[in-house]
Each structure stands twice: as C-alpha cells, then as structure tokens.
C-alpha cells in the first residue's frame, strides 16, 4: 500500500484496515488496549475494535472489570494494531469515554446470545472459585432469560477512544522502518516523522 500523508488519519486508518481485512489478516480486529491504574501501574489486554464512532475507535466491555476501573480513574489509554502479514503497526494515543446507552444496546443485541449471557453473568476481572460454577451461574441465567430477549446489562457497554496521537508504522528492509505520525492540535492534525 502506498501511504498518502496528506488523507486525514481516519481515512488511512479506514484504507489499512480494509487492507488487512481483504488480505485475510487473522483477528484485524484485535487491539491491544493499554490502561493505567490509579498507583499509575500499567495493564494491557486484547479487545475487539468495532469501528469507528464519531471519529473514535469503539470497544465494547464490562463496565466493572479491571480496565474500566483503570479508565474511571484515569482515561488516557494506548492502543495498538499489529498485522504481521502486512508488516504494518498502529499505534494510538488517546481519551476515552462511554458511548451512549443507545448505541451499547443496539451492539449488545447483535451479539450472540452466549455472549449476551457472559455479559450478564460474568464479573470481570473477579476472582472465580471455577469453571464448573461459573458455568453452572451461566445455566441459571439461560433459564431466566429463555424465550426472551437478552438486554444489555447495565454494567455492560462501549467506549470509543479519541486520539490524540495515532502512528503508522511500515516494516522495511534493514530496519529502516517508516514512521507516519499525527498529532492533534486544537483543530486538526500536526504531521511528522519518525525515527525508526
Ligand atoms: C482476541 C481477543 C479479543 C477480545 N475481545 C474482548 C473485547 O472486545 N472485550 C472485552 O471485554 N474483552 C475481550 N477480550 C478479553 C480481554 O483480553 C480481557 O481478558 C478482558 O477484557 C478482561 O480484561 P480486564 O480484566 O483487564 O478488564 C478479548 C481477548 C482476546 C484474546
């Protein structure tokens, strides 16, 4: 892919991905989201990136595990996408908040009912005794919910992440790799490189 450095840095965004997803690039989606905690302990853990929203990459997750505690406390995040096959890197610097209930509800409807269930069920980033409990809480919740409709709990929804800084970055022969960078200024975006 040749890199316009001039497109606005969603739009490069939008053409890699699409990239990535037409060149069969397993788990595109993945992206490794990196939270502080309020001892400013860092963390990091893979979630799902599920488009853009109002020009913020969206995520969806339980609102009471550890990474939402972090982001209560502190919302700067680091995200980042690495599709080998491409030798490509995004990197993302960021803000993030809640989408609208709106906007998690209708995600939470798509999903699959085994995950509407999880969400329900599941109290993210708790200590378990086991499986075999865990599973057995999730069976009394099917009962509950059988015939109906799942709705989307209320510790359960989306953020998007707005960036403040995102970087492209190509893998290239001898290490001299390219380093495209926007930074966002009060109305648009500072360009500039980087050393590999
Ligand atoms: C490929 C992959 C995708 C994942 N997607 C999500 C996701 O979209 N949302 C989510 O909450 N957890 C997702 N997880 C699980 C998280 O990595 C993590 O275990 C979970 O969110 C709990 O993190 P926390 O305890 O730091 O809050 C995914 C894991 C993998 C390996």
New binding site residues.
């Given amino acids: 892919m040749s890199f316009d450095f001039k497109n606005d840095p969603f739009e490069n965004f939008l053409k890699s991905y699409q990239e990535a997803q037409t060149k069969g690039i397993p ?1 595109a989606n ?1 992206m490794a989201l990196s ?1 502080v905690d309020e001892n400013h302990k860092p ?1 990091v ?4 990136y ?1 488009g853009l929203i109002n020009r913020g990459f969206s ?4 609102y009471e ?6 982001i209560k406390s502190n919302n700067n995040v680091a995200a980042l996408f690495f599709w080998s096959h491409l030798d490509r890197q995004i990197r993302i610097q960021g803000t993030v908040e809640k989408l609208s209930r709106e906007a998690s509800e209708n995600y939470f409807a798509t999903r699959p009912r085994l995950s509407q269930l999880g969400a329900w069920t599941s109290n ?2 708790e200590k378990i005794e086991s499986f075999e409990i865990f599973q057995k809480k999730i069976d009394e919740i099917d009962l509950r919910f059988q015939e109906k409709i799942i709705p989307c709990p209320p510790h359960w929804g989306g953020y998007r992440i707005e960036p403040s800084e995102i970087e492209f970055w190509f893998g290239k022969a001898g290490r001299l790799h390219e380093r495209y960078v926007y930074e966002k200024t009060g109305s648009g975006w500072n360009r500039f490189l980087r050393a590999p």
């Fill in positions: 788990d993945a939270t963390s853990r893979t979630v799902l599920k995520f969806y997750t339980n595990g550890r990474k939402a505690r972090d993210q980033s």
